[in-house]
Nanobody
Framework: VQLQASGGGLVQAGGSLRLSCAAS????????MGWFRQAPGKEREFVAA????????LYADSVKGRFTISRDNAKNTVYLQMNSLKPEDTAVYYC???????????????????WGQGTQVTVSS
């Protein structure tokens, strides 16, 4: 599976962005998908994940109620709708694909098999 993230940019605090992650390969629908982010000088952290069925989602506490992850298996794409953005959301955002993950481990980056190249999100105050 190859992943291509897009949709990042510069936005003012309180604004919105929608990230997309397009996947190649016929088995996209079998993979659980996650979004992670990494700010300068910090470790990569979990943001959100969705199971392969689309029926279960998981969010970091810091983004609950503001971000929404979704997927369209017909388009081989996973989305991250980000609303009410804050300066602390500034980071490079990565999408990732993991096979056979249970909901309890979907927040662990080392459980994912494939990673996209990242897209920069900058939120100005």
């Amino acid at each position: 599976v190859q992943l291509q993230a897009s949709g990042g940019g510069l936005v003012q605090a309180g604004g919105s962005l929608r990230l997309s992650c397009a996947a190649s390969g016929r088995t996209f629908s079998a993979y659980n998908m996650g979004w992670f982010r990494q700010a300068p000088g910090k470790e990569r952290e979990f943001v959100a994940a969705v199971r392969w069925t689309g029926g279960n989602t998981l969010y970091a506490d810091s983004v609950k109620g503001r971000f929404t992850i979704s997927r369209d298996n017909a388009k081989n794409t996973v989305y991250l709708q980000m609303n009410s953005l804050k300066p602390e959301d500034t980071a490079v955002y990565y999408c990732a694909a993991g096979f056979g993950l249970q909901i309890g481990v979907m927040g662990a980056p080392d459980r994912y098999d494939y990673w996209g190249q990242g897209t920069q999100v900058t939120v100005s105050s």
